[in-house]
């Protein structure tokens, strides 16, 4: 979703933007822009679509900026333009503004704005911003942001500069975040909302909390509270993610993704497991065994994929560590008034660490005092730092927006942390070294599954010419079913309804049809049996029936058309290799179709918006 970048330093500040605009692509965009000052005039440049378009059209008129800010946009408010993509410029050019997160208040404002005068140029809310600012102006910059921000209702990140302060960005934030990076000796600071994007070496980091404010120059960065009293922070070493995006010969990053999943599941259990004791231990993990013994009820928090994650989880923690677990999805949890006692763990599940809604139900829960271990995959993200304790995927970067490898990283994690509180709890040690086992053999389990390629890639072809999909399993394999719906969905662009497949007769079923293809994962053998005859009830209505199973379950192959084997496993990690099967199927139906694979239509990676 939407990105800043900014710079101020010796070099050249467009392009320095431009360079970072490119670390913020993954994110998902329509559109981007950037503007600087020169000469006590702000210069600026927008532009549709890719950031490559923003270059060249920049290049046919460059100027050597000295300070620059840039951003991508992905559409809320009003469509993808040129007069909406950011910097927005109030109506006298005086001001220039980059803006994450909305306005909440922006029709009021902009009601207010024209009753006094001031003509709009865009349908975004982010246009106000610039407007207020100047209107607020009375030759302090810094000033005029304070004042303007007290008008506002919502959450942004923004970048601002004026074209009388050609040596000044001011950057603010609130719900959304903004790293402010620098080099003292080399008189340089960049800015963005995403400290990912930050590829300078030897850089000192900042990071903004709600409601500060930064006045940035090159050579010192000063932050302000929300009382405008100035803030001592002290800086950090900027770690940063040393993989670089590249698709390494594969057509797509999503194709890469999957194929790098034995590799991600080995490095997410890498170095964590004890198995004199049967169980799994993590690197700087803050919280006690007796804190750990203590907690008598988990709650897991996450959006689309992730929560999918919580959902497996939960019921793996309840089978086998025996401690209650709800997962609740972070976007409709926020608005809930729970009921979080000193006992409750909450567990939130984010791949970037950037998802709004994750990151305020996390807020909601800490404010109740309670204590959130995050599950992520993104060193410096904001989940990261508002989290008591982090256990991290080690995926490497997940560049398309359909999330595949953190998925079943997720699933390893979690279920090694199951394991964990399982052994500290009733589980013997023989157990849990047999559970121990089933890890050792995951990589080479999906592996395997990742062999059939060709074959998955021929029953997508057949079943890329449905237009409805069912997703159907029972237990473990539900939320699989949710997550394999919601992959065919996002990038195939196909109705795809994950269920669980024990309900169908309440209702769904009416929706069988011969043009309605369902595919079952069949990959848990404690309801293996109650399956069957589920899709035999499909089969009775003439549905055509795709199963995934597991080598062996012969009895499949008298009601389903197509059977895809799967390795045998265990029902606690079975998500795992049916989730890269039923990716694999995905991406070729996304194939056969046409669309675009890594930036699907409409949809962001990260999601930084309610
Ligand atoms: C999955 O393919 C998605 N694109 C999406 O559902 C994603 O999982 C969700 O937005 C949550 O993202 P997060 O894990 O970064 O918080």
Redesign the pocket.
Known sequence: MCGIFAYIGPRDSAQVCIDGLKHLEYRGYDSAGLAGILEGKIHSCKEIGKIHSLESTWLQNPHPLKLAIAHTRWATHGKPSRENAHPHLDATHSVAVVHNGIIENHQALRHMLRELGVNFYSDTDSEVIAQLIQHSYEGDLLAAVQKALTYLKGFWAIAVIHKDHPDQIVAAARENPIAIAYSLERQEVFVSSDANALHAPDLDVLFLRNDEIALVMAHRVDIYGDNSLPVTRHAEKLLLENETASKNGFDHFMLKEIFEQPQAIQQAMHNRFIEDFGTAEFEAFPLAPSELQAIKRILIL???????AGCIAASLFEDIARIPTQAEIASEFRYKNPIISEETLVVA???????LD?IAAVREVRAKGAKVLSIC??RNST?VRESDACLFLRAGPEI?????K??TS?LTVLALFGLLMARLRHMDKTTGQAFLAEFHDLPDKVAKVLRQQEQIQRLAKKYSQFEHFFFLGRHYMYAACLEGA??LK?ISYLNAIGYPAGEMKHGPIALVNPLLATVALCGNARTYEKILSNLMEIKARNGPILALAPEGCQEITSIADDVLWLPPICDELAAIPYAAASQLFAYYIARERGTEIDQPRN?????TVE
């Open positions: 996450g959006c689309g994929t992730s929560w999918h599940i984010s791949q970037s660490g950037e998802t994750t995959n993104v989940l398309s927006v359909c999330s595949t953190a998925f997720q919601l992959k996002e949809l962001a990676k990260s999601v």
